[in-house]
């Protein structure tokens, strides 16, 4: 079955880098557009990046603003979230989910998204 674990959370202080991993498997990884998402306490799990099977384009929400960075790894099955410049608005839970459908372009919306990790907290304060 279809199984993503998040990795590499935790606590940082305001300016500071952390960089999550997705490891995958159950399925041709390839072949399937990978997201990561976040969810703030009270909020809505909202979009931040993603980055699609073979030809590895990529789509971030605008809050991103060049300070994270996707990018995956065909040969191990992980994909990354290279986050810098990390302040406190970017504290949540983030959770990294595989597109419902192989060959499709990335989209930063969760209802395309069909398979979840658990997800893994980020803390930005000092």
């Known amino acids: 079955q279809v199984q993503l674990v998040e990795s590499g959370g935790g606590w940082v202080q305001p300016g500071g880098s952390l960089r999550l991993s997705c490891a995958a498997s159950?399925?041709?990884?390839?072949?399937?557009?990978i997201g990561w998402f976040r969810q703030a306490p009270g909020k809505e799990r909202e979009g931040v990046s993603c980055?699609?099977?073979?030809?590895?384009?990529?789509k971030d929400a605008d809050f991103v603003k060049d300070r994270f960075t996707i990018s995956r790894d065909n040969a191990k099955n992980t994909v990354y979230l290279q986050m810098n410049n990390l302040q406190p608005e970017d504290t949540a839970v983030y959770f990294c989910?595989?597109?419902?459908?192989?060959?499709?372009?990335?989209?930063?919306?969760?209802?395309?998204?069909?398979?979840w990790g658990q997800g893994t907290q980020v803390t930005v304060s000092s």
């Open positions: 989910a595989r597109h419902s459908s192989a060959f499709r372009p990335c989209v930063l919306s969760t209802r395309d998204f069909g398979s």
């Open positions: 159950g399925f041709t990884f390839d072949n399937f557009a």
């Open positions: 980055i699609s099977g073979r030809s590895r384009s990529t």
